[in-house]
Structure formats: structure tokens, C-alpha cells
């Protein structure tokens, strides 16, 4: 991949999901699946994309000191690892709040989703200079999220009336030049995709997984498809998944879409 490092939050207070009684602990990032915290299969799946270096952001001391223990116990080793502590904000300004960490150009994504290496490769063909990528998903009827229209290679972010069966979350592709329009964008994702779409410089590619999930209802869909996933490709040899990846990276090109 063009793309080796990855700016991964790992904070938030999940309060839809609590008040719906599923217990989360610290954040969505430490909930287990297949005895480990969803941390530690996004992260897995991260190096074996070909990301190399790690911003892992969190909202509280505790979310820091227990992504440590999940780094140390991955079985891999990243080159660099930097833990930032933000301010609790929200997600959509991780990137404002980290700036002075990151390169050029990155992952951001959340370390409670699971996305195929396949997947970080499709997005990362997909970047240029200037525009900024996202993962179109289906949302769940419950939480439309921003749902969009996709046609011809184009987005037109919806304002009202039902979805028509796409939407997007946050950016997973980005570089500095995002940064710098966030303050002006008020750091509000609907914001975002309007301006980069009206100036076609937003990119999508489709993925079966959500990226997100805030409700029960797309917190069981997302964890069904994800036990799936590691049952197909994951377990039980995680290292055997990784070195597979790995080897099989594709060239660094990119594409215009």
C-alpha cells in the first residue's frame, strides 16, 4: 500500500448501546469477539493490509493503558506505536487533535471494525492527491448514518426522504490537506461530504462490513458478520493470515475512480 500508517480511535462512551444493556467495557474498541477485544482483529487486519505505524487515539487514560496491553499481545510487531490522549471532541476531529503525529497521508479508521486487508488495498488505490476516500456501506434501516446516492463514479449526499441503500461514516483515507479544511467544514462529517463531493474529489469503495456501529440493531449485524470472517479467514492461525496478506500486497499504484 501507498499508505502505512494508520490513525485508529479508540475512545467514545458507546451510550446507544449501553442503554440498550449490551455491556461494553472502557470503549467498543475492547469488546471481545472470539476472546479478543475488537482492537486487536482491527489492528491485526491493519498490519496485514501493510500498515506499518500506529496512532492509536484514545479519550482516557484506561483506553490507552489497555490498547498497550493489546499491541504487546498481537503476535506482530509494528514498526512505530504512539499513543494519543485527545481531548474527547469527537471522532471527526481525531485527525485536527493528532496532526502534529501523522504523514502526509493515512488510515483512519476505528479500532472496534473489522475490514478485510482487501478492503484497506481497494481504498488505498483509490486516493490522489486532493480527495479523500470512504467505505460505502448498507446501513441499517434503524441508523441511516449519512446516506448517500451513488451513481457514475459520483455522491450526492441525501438531505431527506428514505435511503436509497448506501451510506458513508468517516473518511478512512486521508491526507493533510483534509486536516486543513476541517475547521471550515466545523468538523461536521455531512459537511465534509458535501464539499468533497461537489468538487468530485470523494472516492468510495463498497464493503460488505460496516465500519460503524452505534445501535443494538447494527451492533449484532456487524458482530454476526465479523465472527464469520474470522471463522472463514482469521482462525485459527492468525499468523499464517497475516504472512498471506503480507506477501501478497499488491503494487503501490494509484487510480482515479
Request: net charge positive; aromatic share 10%; charged share 20%.
Amino acid at each position: 500500500m501507498n499508505t502505512t500508517q494508520a490513525l485508529v480511535a479508540i475512545g467514545g462512551k458507546a451510550q446507544r448501546l449501553r442503554s440498550s444493556g449490551i455491556g461494553v467495557p472502557i470503549s467498543k474498541s475492547f469488546m471481545r469477539v472470539r476472546g479478543k477485544p475488537l482492537l486487536h482483529w482491527n489492528l491485526l487486519s491493519l498490519y496485514a493490509a501493510g500498515v506499518s505505524r500506529l496512532v492509536l487515539c484514545g479519550d482516557t487514560p484506561l483506553s490507552l493503558y489497555e490498547a498497550t496491553f493489546v499491541v504487546d499481545n498481537l503476535g506482530i510487531r509494528f514498526e512505530h506505536v504512539e499513543y494519543f490522549q485527545d481531548p474527547g471532541l469527537g471522532v471527526h476531529g481525531l485527525p485536527y487533535q493528532a496532526s502534529r503525529h501523522l504523514d502526509e497521508q493515512f488510515v483512519f479508521d476505528c479500532g472496534h471494525s473489522l475490514m478485510p486487508p482487501e478492503h484497506y488495498h481497494e481504498l488505498d488505490r483509490r486516493k490522489v492527491a486532493g480527495n479523500i476516500v470512504f467505505s460505502a456501506f448498507r446501513p441499517h434501516p434503524v441508523n441511516l448514518r449519512q446516506p448517500v446516492v451513488l451513481e457514475n463514479n459520483s455522491v450526492r449526499l441525501l438531505t431527506c426522504g428514505p435511503s436509497f441503500g448506501f451510506a458513508l461514516a468517516h473518511p478512512m483515507i486521508v491526507d493533510r490537506g483534509y486536516i486543513k479544511n476541517l475547521p471550515r467544514l466545523r468538523f461536521d462529517v455531512r459537511e465534509v461530504i458535501a464539499h468533497y463531493a461537489e468538487r468530485r474529489n470523494l472516492c468510495y469503495a463498497h464493503s460488505d462490513m460496516p465500519p460503524e456501529f452505534d445501535v443494538a440493531a447494527e451492533y449484532h449485524v456487524a458482530i454476526s458478520r465479523y465472527n464469520k470472517y474470522l471463522s472463514d479467514h482469521i482462525l485459527p492461525n492468525e499468523a499464517a493470515y497475516v504472512e498471506r496478506h503480507r506477501s501478497a500486497r499488491p503494487r503501490q499504484v494509484s487510480e482515479v475512480i
